[in-house]
């Protein structure tokens, strides 16, 4: 079954007790720590907060030891049976689902969070994926091969390409042009290890 990830380039993911079936906890996966997680003993997440892959438990030591790997039947969630080297949550507790829900909260209760730029944030998750992987044949991985000298001049060669476009009027082009200015400067910004949200804290403080 093919796998569906979300507009980040991500799939949730369960995690499961093995032994007393209680559910642990929620995470992230992409495509890079699916791979390590089912190629490996332990679960590895995707952060949305640091925007790389996570090894769960390498800070606390409280490892998920996977079992078994489940898709659901919309092939837009995994399972996974683990046996817990000790509390899934960072707060101690043995599962992170320890506070009941008492009530439906009141609408100014719902925090909303901003779901970022969506495909950038997918292409800057495949772009890491590649810079943790190298893997052979990848465009990405050549250019980072290359260093940042390297991808730094690509970046001044696609915003040149992108302004004699707009300069010409070429408006048909204009578009590719500036798509692939923009995927230059996010492979620039993972091998100068930026993260998008840096970028997009500076952009909302100029907002206004």
Not at 17 to 28: E, H, K, S, W
Not at 105 to 131: C, H, M, N, W
Not at 185 to 197: C, F, G, H, N, Y
Request: glycine content about 10%; overall charge negative.
């Amino acid at each position: 079954m093919e796998l569906k990830l979300d507009k980040q380039g991500l799939i949730p993911a369960i995690a499961q007790d093995i032994n007393t079936g209680q559910v642990l906890m929620l995470g992230y996966m992409n495509p890079g720590s699916l791979k390590r997680t089912v190629e490996g003993v332990q679960v590895w997440f995707y952060s949305r907060s640091r925007e790389d892959l996570w090894h769960k438990g390498e800070v606390s030591g409280n490892y998920l030891n996977l079992k078994e790997a489940w898709v659901d039947c919309d092939g837009d969630t995994l399972l996974l049976k683990v046996v817990p080297d000790g509390p899934a949550c960072h707060t101690g507790n043995t599962s992170c689902f320890f506070t009941p829900l008492e009530g439906v909260p009141e609408t100014e209760e719902y925090l909303r969070t901003d779901p970022g730029s969506g495909i950038l944030d997918e292409l800057f998750a495949v772009i890491q994926d590649r810079k943790q992987n190298m893997p052979e044949g990848s465009y990405t991985a050549e250019l980072l091969r290359g260093g940042i000298g390297r991808v730094a001049q690509k970046v001044t060669e696609e915003a040149g390409e992108t302004a004699i476009a707009a300069a010409q009027g070429d408006t048909e082009n204009l578009p590719s042009e500036v798509a692939d200015l923009l995927y230059h400067t996010l492979v620039l910004m993972a091998a100068s290890d930026i993260k998008p949200q840096q970028v997009w804290d500076v952009l909302r403080e100029r907002r206004g």
